[in-house]
């Protein structure tokens, strides 16, 4: 992903993962880099940030994607994900 937008560092929550970017006639494997943050001064939203590595990507031009969340929000999605967890382990483990 050598033409990122985002900036990725020792910070970022995952630097390489798997991806797809689906649309009405394409669906695309990739790998992706996804980032938590807020300001670190005055923060009023928590920012879940992520890029699709478009070096593969052949229907979108290079774009980052971010949504801004209050702090209910990025809780109900960290309950989501911890639950959802669970279940592929337990899936996993059987």
């Known amino acids: 992903m050598a ?13 390489l993962v ?5 649309g009405h006639e394409f669906e695309t494997e990739s ?4 980032n938590a943050t807020a300001d670190r001064e005055d923060p009023d ?3 879940l940030q992520f890029e699709l590595d478009n070096m593969t990507e052949e229907h979108l031009p290079a774009h980052m994607e971010e949504l801004q969340l209050t702090p209910d929000q990025a809780r109900d ?3 989501d994900l ?6 592929v382990e337990d899936a996993t483990d059987e």
């Open 3 to 15: 033409d990122r937008l985002m900036k990725v560092n020792a910070y970022t929550t995952l630097d």
């Open 18 to 22: 798997d991806a797809v970017a689906t």
């Open 31 to 34: 790998l992706a880099v996804v």
């Open 45 to 47: 939203c928590v920012r």
């Open 77 to 79: 999605i960290a309950s």
């Open 82 to 87: 911890e639950k959802h967890a669970a279940r």
